[in-house]
């Protein structure tokens, strides 16, 4: 499991190309294959029945740090994006967007989006959240999160939605669109340990979740929600004891 997680986020840097959601056996959010049923489909994903740690969930009671501001070096970018039947997914054509965190770099190897949002801010469920899939050189992961809700529209997505092929893992390129404009003016966080929240569920995932929402359009959230065709947010899973901080 471990070699796993840290084997992907590197052969995906190192080759620039569609990571897979995962290379085994099929898993989904509806039917046989829905979340509840995913540490039954392999042995590979068993962490997703085991796990003590497990992503997403609901931040309650977070405890106040002095934490050190989020550093985020987003640019334009290029790459390409795809419905990969899971999520509709960018992925990073060179890893020059990086975030700071323990004065350690972690680059920007993907991002993709969950309708409804996975994570709650006490209790409160958003109509979309992205997650901004950070690798350091060790392969060690740090996904922010950021919420959606509906507003006005987001041009950045707008770029990109317009690049979409409706047609499942066909990548379309995209080139110089500011993604820096998806993100929040206050980068202020909740942060906790957790998982990958799909298949095979690994642990050991820095989770960093923007308190400030960001808007987007009801026609943007309904592209988003079209091409899911249904919701893609695995269930909330248990603290047992983990501690949520926040600055
Ligand atoms: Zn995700």
């Known amino acids: 499991m471990k070699k796993l997680i840290r084997s992907l986020p590197l052969l995906v840097l190192a080759l620039g ?36 740690n497990q992503s997403p969930v609901n931040i309650t009671t977070p405890i106040q740090a002095q934490t050190a501001p989020l550093e985020v070096h987003y640019g334009t970018t290029s790459g390409n994006i795809v419905n990969n039947g899971h999520t509709v997914q960018i992925n990073e054509g060179k890893p020059d967007d990086y975030i700071v965190v323990d004065n350690q770099q972690y680059h920007l190897v993907q991002f993709h989006f969950h309708a409804p949002s996975e994570n709650q801010i006490n209790g409160k469920s958003y109509p979309m959240e992205g997650h901004f899939v950070h690798s350091n050189a060790n392969g060690d992961l740090v996904v922010m999160a950021i919420m959606f809700e509906e507003g006005p529209e987001n041009t950045a997505a707008d770029q990109l939605l317009a690049r979409l092929n409706a047609k499942e893992n066909s990548p379309e390129a995209f080139d110089n669109i500011d993604i820096k404009s998806l993100l929040p003016a206050n980068m202020q966080y909740y942060r906790f340990s957790g998982s990958l929240t799909t298949p095979p569920c690994s642990e050991g995932v820095t989770w960093i979740v923007l308190k400030q929402p960001m808007t987007l359009s009801k026609t943007e959230i309904d592209k988003f929600t079209q091409a899911f065709k249904h919701h893609n947010n695995r269930p909330i899973q248990p603290l047992n004891g983990r501690l949520i901080i926040e600055n």
Request: charged fraction near 20%.
């Open 17 to 52: 190309v569609t990571l897979p959601a995962v290379a085994g056996v099929h898993w989904g959010y509806e039917g046989d294959e829905l979340p509840e049923n995913w540490a039954k489909l392999s042995p590979e994903y068993q962490m997703c029945g085991l796990g003590r």
